[in-house]
């Protein structure tokens, strides 16, 4: 099972720069989440999405974007690259509601560098 | 929205000793899911143990236990028999019944001590 990957593992951008980073999960999962860990620091949520075309925002949603076109893929977009976003950044997938699973699976992270 | 509050920014351990790290957190929600996760310095996450707020019981997981609080909204985990490969970041989280969001503590750093 390939779970929740991410792309890429590592990347430097330069200020001013924009990339997008991947994440899919093949579980089927309807929930996926983005979040940003900071040295030493707990995960921040930065959009989560319920479902193919649904996205909302999380804590800290300035300067990202996302979209949700199908319910495998939910990418994550920095549009014009700021010092602020160097962080390692995770992708999350979990389950619909109910009483079964509601473990959050995560990729592996992506550390990102911005000079 | 919901809060969660990790107090202990770092604990230590001796080999084989037990310890307890605390977490709490906000929340006007009946309907919700608890975590601790684990995250050795390979970053990747590690489900510890899970709790359901519908449920009374305690969760456990062989030396991983919580003490749930519903009252007081406290969920601590208790490590017992501490092991060298226990060290880590540990991370407490809520789920919100909806599942619209899940939020994280900002983590307590164990070293365990042979």
């Known amino acids: 099972n390939a779970g929740v990957t991410q792309t890429p593992k590592f990347r430097i951008l330069k200020i001013g720069q924009s990339m997008t980073l991947q994440c899919t999960q093949d579980?089927?999962?309807?929930?996926m989440y983005w979040y940003r860990q900071d040295p030493g620091m707990g995960l921040k949520l930065i959009y989560y999405?319920?479902?193919?075309?649904?996205?909302d925002k999380g804590e800290v949603p300035n300067g990202y974007n996302v979209s949700r076109s199908t319910t495998e893929d939910f990418p994550l977009r920095l549009e014009l690259a700021a010092p602020s976003q160097t962080s390692v950044y995770f992708c999350?997938?979990?389950?619909?509601?109910?009483?079964?699973?509601?473990?959050?699976?995560f990729g592996q992270g992506t550390r990102l560098t911005v000079v | 929205a919901q809060t969660v509050t990790q107090s202990q920014p770092e604990m230590s351990v001796q080999e084989a000793e037990t310890v307890t790290l605390s977490c709490t957190y906000d929340?006007?929600?009946?309907?919700?899911?608890l975590f601790w996760y684990k995250q050795p310095p390979s970053r990747q996450m590690i489900l510890v143990i899970r709790?359901?707020?519908?449920?009374?019981q305690n969760a456990t997981e062989n030396r991983f236990s919580v003490n749930f609080q519903k009252a007081a909204k406290s969920f601590s985990l208790k490590i017992s028999d501490s092991q060298l490969g226990d060290a880590a970041m540990y991370f407490c989280a809520y789920r919100s019944g909806r599942g619209n969001d899940m939020r994280f503590g900002a983590g307590t750093r164990l070293t365990v001590k042979p």
């Open positions: 709790q359901e707020a519908y449920k009374q």
């Open positions: 999405s319920v479902g193919a075309g649904i996205t």
């Open positions: 999350a997938s979990t389950n619909g509601l109910g009483r079964g699973d509601t473990e959050a699976f």
């Open positions: 579980m089927n999962h309807n929930y």
């Open positions: 929340t006007s929600e009946s309907d919700y899911y």
